[in-house]
């Protein structure tokens, strides 16, 4: 049996080079996908990454795969977010767990989002603040990763 990440990162790798996918735009797919993937306000990261792939004309699929790899993460992040959003705000520490976040949303998401709304800013505050500078530092450390992947591969060709 193959491994899951060379079933669910390295085939669809290559898949994504073998259709002519740039090492640099495959990386920004990548880094985009991942940085905006942990965004901490859960149901904004596809539409997001949606608009940006269509007004950016970047790869639908590379930019959703990451997104979807990276989810967990994203939930594992929103209080570390809030956390920060509170410092950055200088307001008081709210006490949330990640369960009575999902306990409001079984609720409905108009209850969810009146209930959580001064924490969702302050998660949002403290990505704006981090995701980009995230996604600019994602973009050039894996960029040469790719490249090197990509050379291999026209080299086997």
């Not at 790798?13 to 495959?26: A, H, M, R, T």
């Not at 965004?39 to 596809?46: D, K, M, Q, S």
């Not at 709210?94 to 369960?99: G, H, R, S, V, Y």
């Not at 050039?140 to 992947?149: G, L, N, R, V």
Request: proline share 6%; with cysteine.
């Amino acid at each position: 049996m193959k491994s899951f990440v060379h079933i669910h990162i390295y085939q669809p790798l290559l898949n994504f080079f073998s259709q002519g996918l740039k090492p640099q735009e495959l990386a920004l797919c990548a880094a985009l996908g991942a940085g905006i993937g942990i965004f901490p306000v859960i149901g904004i990261a596809t539409p997001l990454l949606t608009a940006i792939s269509l007004f950016k004309r970047l790869n639908f699929a590379a930019i959703q795969l990451v997104s979807y790899l990276v989810a967990p993460l994203q939930l594992l992040l929103i209080i570390p977010f809030i956390r920060l959003g509170e410092k950055i705000m200088q307001t008081p520490k709210q006490e949330i767990t990640l369960t009575a976040m999902i306990s409001i949303l079984d609720r409905g998401i108009i209850p969810a989002i009146i209930t959580l709304r001064d924490t969702m800013v302050h998660a949002a505050v403290a990505w704006l603040i981090v995701g980009p500078i995230s996604i600019y530092f994602l973009f050039k450390i894996i960029t040469p990763f790719f490249e090197k992947i990509n050379s291999k591969i026209n080299l086997k060709s």
